[in-house]
């Protein structure tokens, strides 16, 4: 057989990786032939042959350090997605420091704020129906389809009170003088005409008086409303009277789940993280791509020496190829090294450093508690 080995040196030029994403950068081109070297010797060249050639070496460093980057670039993802949805797509993130805010948070509470009618992302609009006497049940789903409402309405509120009693304390015979009813006589040192003020204390009692009294003596005005369905007491007496409410679209309320944002980080996939740059590496990244792309090294020559799996004659006794255990082994280190990754990354997320920083800050109260009290005597 005759089996193309690594022949003990190599020397990279731009164009041999299969991407080329950091064949331009000069600390990548040296460390190309330094990790082609590690990885040949830790396969056991000279003692050994290596089935493999330098474009191999190359297709797994430059590997390593796209699978280096996009595992970090994930983490950030993970780590500020809710406040980098609505930013630009075009605002390369690599090196950007994201400030977290509470838009991401308001943004997802605008929904509430819609329901209870205190802001929120979805108009709230005003209706009226007027009030038929002796009818007493309202169909407001039949009201939607008479003004050309498509899709229906969800009614939120209804006007539906007894006019309060101040305002009924003012048509009091006693009250003459209020509410702009000019009182008798005139006062001022200019003799201007002007209003009589009664004590606020007699107000309130006569207010109290009225409430007393609609209570006791006059039917409770109330609503029941189901399915649109709205039935209100006390029966309508007369015509003439119009009742007010609000209500939303239901066909707004659908479209506003989905908002359309042409541009805009909409999900993971579209968070604009490019390849890193491979000199801006540090040596904690750098020493995981090494040990990284070795164990890919490891695994592509499992599979070479596979193929040439039959047993090979040597003067005096028969060999066998270790591919299986070499699959086996790379296959163990590469999931270890991606844990060990996740693992760190995680331990230096916003959540694990501010944890970190409240243990120390308690740490750091507990140690000062624990010195001696200066007694002060002026």
């Known amino acids: 057989m005759n089996i193309p080995i690594y022949p003990g040196s190599s020397s990279f030029f731009p164009g041999d990786t299969p991407f080329g994403f950091y064949d331009n950068d000069y600390q990548f081109q040296t460390d190309a032939d330094k990790v082609t070297t590690f990885c ?12 493999l050639q330098d474009l191999n070496f190359y297709a797994a460093f430059e590997e390593e350090v ?11 993802v ?3 997605l809710l406040n980098l949805i609505g930013t630009p797509t075009a605002s390369n993130l690599n090196h950007a420091i994201v400030t977290p805010s509470m838009q991401g948070v308001v943004r997802l509470t605008q929904q509430y704020g819609a329901e209870v009618g205190a802001g929120g992302n979805l108009n709230w609009y005003s209706g009226s129906l007027p009030l038929t006497a002796s009818i007493q049940d309202y169909d407001l789903s039949q009201w939607s389809i008479d003004n050309n409402i498509t899709g229906g309405i969800e009614v939120k509120r209804i006007f539906y009170d007894p ?10 015979q006693i009250f003459s003088g209020l509410g702009g009813v000019p009182a008798l006589g005139s006062y001022g040192l200019f003799g201007s005409t002007g209003f009589l003020m009664y004590p606020t204390s007699l107000l309130i009692q006569t207010t109290q008086a009225v409430e007393m009294q609609n209570q006791v003596a006059l039917p409770a005005y109330s609503f029941e409303l189901i399915n649109n369905k709205l039935r209100i007491f006390p029966i309508p007496v007369d015509n003439g009277h119009t009742l007010w409410f609000q209500y939303i679209k239901l066909d707004e309320q659908l479209n506003n789940i989905v908002g359309q944002s042409p541009g805009d980080v909409t999900n993971p996939s579209n968070v604009n993280f490019t390849n890193p740059v491979y000199s801006q590496i540090n040596s904690i990244g750098r020493q995981w791509i ?10 592509m020559l499992g599979y070479v020496r596979g193929k040439y799996q039959s ?3 040597i003067p005096g006794r028969e060999i066998s190829l ?8 790379a296959t163990s280190e590469k999931t270890a090294l991606k844990e060990r990754l996740r693992a760190y990354f995680d331990e230096t997320s916003r959540k694990a450093l501010l944890e970190r920083k409240k243990d120390e800050g308690d ?3 507990t140690e000062l508690g624990k010195a001696p009290m200066q007694i002060y005597i002026g």
């Open 163 to 172: 006019i309060p009693a101040v305002n009924q304390v003012y048509n009091l």
């Open 78 to 80: 993970r780590d500020n």
């Open 66 to 76: 796209t699978t280096y980057g996009n595992e970090l670039y994930a983490f950030q």
């Open 40 to 51: 040949a010797r830790r396969l056991g060249y000279p003692i050994m042959e290596v089935e």
């Open 290 to 299: 090494f040990e990284y792309t070795l164990a890919l090294c490891k695994e």
């Open 363 to 365: 740490h750091t109260m």
């Open 322 to 329: 270790n591919s299986g255990d070499l699959v086996t082994a």
């Open 311 to 313: 047993t090979i004659p």
